[in-house]
């Protein structure tokens, strides 16, 4: 199983930048996909996920900002992140999970630093 992200980067205070995941080695369209992120001493958190019937769920910091999607053809889970704020920085993680089996997989990280 691989996660890979990509589309992370340095970008000023207001800024876009677009996250993607690219998953191998599993029945894509069978998980839950989601987006986490986690800044150095802090716990890692859940910005944005698809839950039961392809709902999606954002932390209350993103809402209104972040969009998450997901291309089953592509094997791919975006997260397009608008209007970035310096406490956005943080390394991005990729998160695919099965609930009823107990599976969790995770990509390595894609670093994002919003400058003010």
């Known amino acids: 199983v691989q996660l890979v992200e990509s589309g992370g980067g340095l970008v000023e205070t207001g800024g876009s930048l677009r996250l993607s995941c690219a998953a191998s080695?599993?029945?894509?369209?069978?998980?839950?996909m989601g987006w986490y992120r986690q800044t150095p001493g802090k716990q890692r958190e859940l910005v944005a996920g698809?839950?039961?019937?392809?709902?999606?769920n954002y932390a209350d910091s993103v809402k209104g900002r972040f969009t998450i999607s997901r291309d089953n053809a592509k094997n791919t889970v975006y997260l397009q992140m608008n209007g970035l704020k310096p406490e956005d920085t943080a390394v991005y993680y990729c998160?695919?999970?099965?609930?009823?089996?107990?599976?969790?997989?995770w990509g390595k990280g894609t670093l994002v630093t919003v400058s003010s």
């Open positions: 998160n695919a999970r099965r609930v009823t089996y107990g599976i969790n997989h």
């Open positions: 080695g599993i029945v894509f369209s069978l998980y839950y």
């Open positions: 698809f839950s039961s019937g392809d709902m999606t």
